[in-house]
């Protein structure tokens, strides 16, 4: 008999990589249903149909609780083609493929977009799903009908339930039906965990380091390892038809240096954007801010402004401390406040 998802479970807490958590473990069973029907022995043929994939699974709970943890054990039991993705990665992918359709002339340019991902895989388990752009808003619902329809199972982790998904968007009447096929396609089943996984990982752990030595690069590797479990994928965001790129991303967890984002002609819409994208930001190599890099400074009260709006926790390896990183020249007096909330963003439980 093939390995559980509770074996895996048992195995995690007794080796001490996993908390037991009564939560966590109720949801188990929910994944184990689908494991189990996709481990059958599939009686299709030329006469028979084969059975109906099983129903999906839509989990969705507060930030840290462990949601993306059990999905990856889940993966890993998988004997069926099976691709685990950030939801946002996934839809980027998407939205590139029907743009390239719709180049060539394609009618429907969705079709064969959706035939591509799902004569590869048979079960697409989808991290952090949410919608805050109007053109994935537009392309999910048939994209799944599509995905569904071909006998794919999906599985994806959310902080909300999916009424509350695309909440205030524009038309988002639109919208409407794809929750509907979403609750009738997908179990879905709340991971209410008291406990927050990803702040217990920070609990205790410095989250400014200073100066930007061999020491604090260390330290920010060892954070970077503990938040990823050595997962990471490339993140693009895209924004006003532009896109910005984070090479380093793993569940909910982005990391770049500050001249990846505070280097470039980015404004206050593309940090918004990565602000409500990513739930940690680990920030790199922050030098001294004055006359020589203004527009860099200018930039980086702006990203702190969106981190600090959205309660972004942030980590970051810097020149200095927060209160002598910008000492001289023009908005050194203004920046005292974003000092102020680099020094209040480093408290512990920020971003809960």
């Known amino acids: 008999m093939s390995e559980t998802l ?4 048992d195995a995690g807490v007794a080796a001490g990589t996993i908390d037991d958590d009564p939560v966590q473990r109720e949801a188990l069973p929910a994944f184990e249903r689908i494991r189990e029907e996709l481990a059958k022995p599939q009686k299709g043929g030329l006469f028979r149909k084969a059975p109906p994939p099983p129903k999906g699974l839509y989990l969705w709970g507060g930030v840290g609780r462990g949601k993306s943890m059990l999905m990856d054990l889940f993966v890993d039991t998988l004997d069926v083609p099976a691709r685990r993705v950030h939801f946002h990665a996934f839809m980027q992918e998407v ?5 390239a359709e719709r180049q060539k002339g394609t009618d429907d340019p969705i079709k064969p977009v959706a ?12 991290d952090e799903m949410q919608i805050t ?7 999910v619902g048939r994209l799944f009908e599509r995905l569904i329809g071909a006998g794919c199972v999906v599985v994806t ?3 909300r339930p999916p009424d509350d998904l695309y909440k205030d968007g524009l ?8 929750i509907e096929v979403l609750k009738e396609n ?5 991971l209410a965990a008291e406990r927050d996984y990803r702040q217990d990982r920070l609990q205790g752990t410095d989250t400014y380091f200073s100066p930007n030595d061999a020491e604090a690069r260390a330290a920010i590797e060892a954070v970077w390892e503990r938040l990823s479990g ?14 910005l790129e984070l090479a380093r991303f793993s569940n909910g967890v982005a990391r770049a240096r500050f001249y990846d984002l505070c280097g470039k002609m980015l404004g206050p819409a593309d940090y918004l954007k990565l602000a409500e994208t990513v739930r940690v930001l680990i920030l790199e190599d922050v030098p001294r801010l004055g006359r020589g890099n203004f527009n860099e400074a200018k930039r980086f009260v702006t990203l702190i402004d969106a981190l600090y709006e959205a309660r972004t926790r942030l980590i970051v390896s810097a020149a200095a401390t927060p209160d002598y990183l910008y000492v001289e020249g023009p908005g050194a007096f203004e920046f005292e406040r974003t000092a102020s909330r680099l020094m209040e963003m480093q408290a512990e439980g920020w971003g809960a």
Do not use: W
């Not at 752009?133 to 392309?139: E, H, P, R, S, V």
């Not at 038309?171 to 794809?178: D, T």
């Open 6 to 9: 509770t074996d895996r479970y």
């Open 95 to 99: 939205q590139k493929g029907v743009h």
């Open 115 to 126: 035939k591509r991902v799902s004569d590869e895989v048979k079960v697409f388990a989808f």
């Open 133 to 139: 752009d109007i053109a994935d808003a537009m392309i």
């Open 157 to 159: 982790t959310s902080n």
């Open 171 to 178: 038309n988002r009447h639109l919208f409407l039906p794809f």
């Open 186 to 190: 997908l179990e879905v089943k709340e």
């Open 230 to 243: 050595g997962r990471e994928e490339p993140l693009t965001l895209t924004v006003q038809g532009r896109t």
